[in-house]
Structures are given as C-alpha cells and as structure tokens.
C-alpha cells in the first residue's frame, strides 16, 4: 500500500549471498539490489520476482524482497516470503525478520503462528525494548479488546480512488494529502511504490464554497511529495512535511535517497508564502510529520536523526518566541521501539497520540496513546483498540477532544483507494490513567504477629513520598498507586527496619504485599521476658509432661529466630509447673521441662554457651491455684510454662 513510503526508515544495506548466478543473473540482481538501497521497493520488487521465477534464490534476495514488500504494506506477500526465508535459511533470519514476519502474520489475522513468531523474536535477543515489551504484555490482544468499541467510524466523502491520508485540522474544515491529480508525468512517479507524487488538499467547510476540495498552490504543492501538516491555532502558520525540495530541485543524500524535511509557511493576505524550511531538517537524515503542543510552543516530529532507538522515533523541540527552534530532544524508550513511531498528534489536554509497530497491536501499524499533561514522558501507552486499529496500517489520527470528532487514515480492505481517510465520533473516552490497588499486611517478622498502626508509603523514583496509610486493627494496609510509572511500596513502624518491594510499571491488575519487619534491636535489658517482648504466646507443657508440645514448638522456634538475628543475645528458660503432685516431683519436673527447651534450641543450632535452663516447680505460680485449692484444668495448665530471661 501507498503510505508506508512516508514513514521513515533506516536504510538496510545486506551482503549479496553467493549462489550459481549467471553472469546476466548477476546483472539482474545488481539492479534491483541497487533499486532496494535507493528505496525504489516497486522496481526492486519487479526483478526479484522476475529472479526468483527463474528458479534462483538466496537469503539475501528472500530478505530484500521481504522487506520491499513489508515497506510497501503488502502484507500478505511479505508473510509468504519472510515463511520461505525460515523455512529454507533459518540461519539467517536474524531477530529483526522474526519480528516482520510475525508483523505480517497478524496482518493477515494468522494470531497463532504470529505468537510463535514473536516467541522466537523474544528468544533471539536479549535488549530489545520490544521484546520486554511483549513479554510484559502477553495478554496485549485481550487489553486491546478491552479499549475496543468505543469509537463510530462515519463516512469522509472526499476519498477518491487514488490514497487520501494524513488529515489535519484547518479552521472549521481539513487539510489532507493525496496522489489524486497531481499534474505530473509517469517519469515523476515515486519509485518506492509506483504511485504519483503527493500534494496537499484542503476542504473549507466554513466559506462559501464549502465541501469543495481545493489544491494547495505551487507555492506549497511541488513536483514531489507534500504530505503531513499542522496549523496554528489562528490559522496563520502552516508546518508540512515535503520532500527535500529547494529551488524547483530535489536533493538526494549521498546514498541518493531524497529525504523528507519539514517547513514552515506563513498566510498572508490569503496567500501562502514565506516558506522555509526549519533548522532541524538535514539532508542526511529525514525529518517529518510535525505536531504542535497544546500551548504551540513545542513542535513533535518523527525522525531518523541521530540518537534514534529504531527506524523511526518521535522527538521535541522548543519553538522559541523569535520562531527559532531549540535542540531536538528524543522523547524516550517508552514511547519509542526499535521499530517505527511516526505520525504524531498532540490534543488540547495534552494526549499524544501516535502511530507504532513496535508497540503490541493487531498487526502493521496501530494507533497509540499516552498521557503528557504532567510533562512526563514515561506514563503507560495505550493501544486505542477497535475499530479505529484493524490488521493493516492505521494512522495519522487526529480527534477534538471537544467535540469528540476526529480523523485517521488506513490502508484496510473496503476503501476506494490505497489510503482512505476516515472520520469518527468518540462515544466513550479512552482511560489513560492507570491506578493499581497495592494491599496486604504488616507482620513482625519473628512472631508473625500484626503490626497495628505501621505506616505504609508510595515513594516515586525521585525519592518523592506520593501517599501513605497505616495499618488498621488486623495490621491490613490499602492503597492505590500510579502503574504508569514505577513506585517504592516501604513498611515502616517504630523499632523495626523499614522493608520495602519495587513496582514496575504495570497494567494495573490487584496486588497484594505482605511485608514482615525485622526488629533494629532488642530494646530490654537484663531479667527481661523475651517471649513478652516478642509477643510470643505462652509455652505450655501437658500435665506431668515435660516435652516440648506440638503448639510450642511454634513460639520456641521464635525464640530461636530471635537468636539467630542477634548472635550476642544469651537467655535463661525459667521453666514452671502447677501445684498439682509433690513439690519435690514438681520441682524435678520442672527442670527437666527447662532442660527440654534448652535442648530442642541447641539441636536447632543455638550454641550451647548462650543458653541456661532452671526449674522453679511451684514456687511461682501466677496464680491462687496453691496446694489444696480447687482450680480448673485450664487455670492449673497457665502455671506449666516456659518464660525467657534475657541475661546479656
């Protein structure tokens, strides 16, 4: 299809593979080797098929035909191609022909091998964002849908036959760019697809020959490409993206690429004129599809200038009161892949909107959203969904966000022409911020037992505290944070070592942390009861019993934690028993209930040395249940205990 040659790319130079040419086979592939580099994908395609027809094949004629198809939007035929290149040169297809292929497998709705594709994709590189992307997002067709539906399409009458795309807002009417009667020659027909130069479009809906499509002038529309633009609000300054044009010449970088620059045009007297191209265009690399900034005072583009993470990436600039421009600024690897970003749209409450394949969509390009009201460039990106995105190229979307009306282009099935533009009306507005409900408890982290009151906080990246809560009665904390960016969740209360846990940005699905505090230190000094201190339940020991029960052992092991977190702590067990039987047989009892305590510790590896044990029988009972007395069985079980005396 016709759009894909106004996106930008970075030239792809492949070695010729060595296979049995003949010496006019040899010619052949010289040509449309030299077709491809030049980006004339439409000749290149001719005679690769007419080489490969001929029973001659390699991996680099499969590659560059593949790719002559994938820039075209062809997509079914480049599917079919990028299958014979795995299938009979597996070695050479290289993570960048995975991703393709698995690209125009979702194109032509094949989902299934398009997901083994892109495994394979995965598992082929190590530090692609893409790869990251899609491993975080493996469920990315089921997010889609949920944001589908949301749109009408409604009819554009100004389509044609040839290709109508990049809408833009002019006055209460469009501007747009199209193939349709240009005027030219075949022999100005653009290479890379066959098709006629572009020019620029406008309809005028609020003058007196409203509907009516009128022509931009010369001054504007040249014998080569025009295509995205942009106005300023008062309708007096006109940005556009044009081939690299000067003085009824075009100029081609060394490799003989023309590549694509944005100007500046001012309306005077009704006329366009002052045209000039901007500072950070440059002949060696493309520079197109400009965006203004709500306020106008920061122009968006796609380039691929220096400092691009992939074919193509959006980048800034300031615009300066004296119109200059500032150093453009690359708006990072969230929004930008190693593939394409390009087409961007900045509406009034500072949502940009932008096209992508590198992000996860339904196959070519879709359209992508993300907050930009805070100045942050790292808020979550949002697929738009269905049916504003389909399985082909989807993009230059603009929408009016007070009218809720809006514009895109596509190359899908039931239009007129290559590109058709289409209008929409937003029935429901799409959900840009992310909010994730983080919740659990805080423990200690010996006993196990709940912290009440314990301040639970969110601190961004920048170290800067967002919101907090305490824990309530149960030791239970909720909170709901910003899942666009990444957040610190930290627990923290008295006497206890802060712990907390990093959330990545993420696609706000419940959370639940369960944090577990250490103690900074044993705050008690000699003759202390650890086993109160640490909130430890009592150690009870069965009537005329003496090992460690079942229950027990849970509190011991504590005691033990407990130890083994502070090596210089040393403990007396005071062991206690009722005033049931003799009270010489209790206080026997009584040490042996001691020494069983001390020696299940130290087959748990406490040392020996730090432990002490004695047996106190019925002399300290906490209780009036004394010889004679009538008690229950329960009031006789509290005096059989164990108590932990911190000696040092």
Known sequence: MIKIKYILTLVILLWLGVTAYSQEDNKLVTKANAKYENYSFSPAIDIYKKILDKGYVSADLLKKLGNSYYFNSKYPEAAEIYKRLEAEYKTEMSPEYYFRYAQT??????????EKAMSAFIKATSNDLRASVYKSEKDYIKEIEKNSGRYELTSFKYNSKYSEFAPSFYNEGIIFSSDRDTGNFARYRSTWNAKDFLDLYKVDADS???????????????????????????????????????????????KGVIRLKIFRAKLIDGIWTNVEELSINSDAYSVAHPALSSDEKTLYFASDMPGTLGESDIFKVDINEDGTLGKPINLGNTINTEARETFPFVTSKDVLYFSSDGHPGLGGLDVFATSISTGS???????????????????????????????????????????????????????????????????????????????????????????????????????????NKGNFVRAMTHGYIPSEEYLERSDAKAKMIDFYLERDSITAGFGDDLSKLLQLSTIYFDFDKYNIRQDSEIEVEKVIAAMEKYPSLKIKVNSHTDSQGKDSYNLWLSQKRAEATVNYMISKGIAKERLQGEGFGETKLINNCVNGSKCSAVEHELNRRSEFIILE
Do not use: W
């Open 105 to 114: 497998l979702k194109s032509i709705g094949d989902y299934k091998n398009s």
């Open 208 to 254: 007196a020959s409203a509907n009516k499509v009128f022509k931009f002038d010369k001054e504007i529309n040249t014998r080569l490409h025009e295509s995205t633009s942009i106005t300023t609000k008062d309708g007096s300054t006109l940005y556009f993206t044009r081939n690299n044009f000067v003085d009824g010449k075009y100029v081609k970088d060394e």
């Open 377 to 483: 460039l790292d808020g979550f990106v949002t697929n738009v969904g269905r049916p504003i995105n389909s399985k082909m190229d989807d993009f230059t979307f603009v929408f009016n966000e007070d009218t809720r009306k809006g514009y895109f282009a596509s190359n899908r099935p039931g239009g007129l022409g290559g590109d058709d533009i289409y209008a929409f009306i937003e029935n429901k507005a799409l959900e840009l911020n992310c909010e994730q409900l983080v919740s659990g408890s805080v423990r200690d982290k010996i006993t196990n037992e709940v912290l009440v009151g314990a301040t639970v906080k969110v601190i961004n990246e920048d170290n800067q505290e967002i919101i907090s809560t305490i824990t309530d009665e149960d030791g239970h904390y909720s909170l709901s944070i910003d899942c």
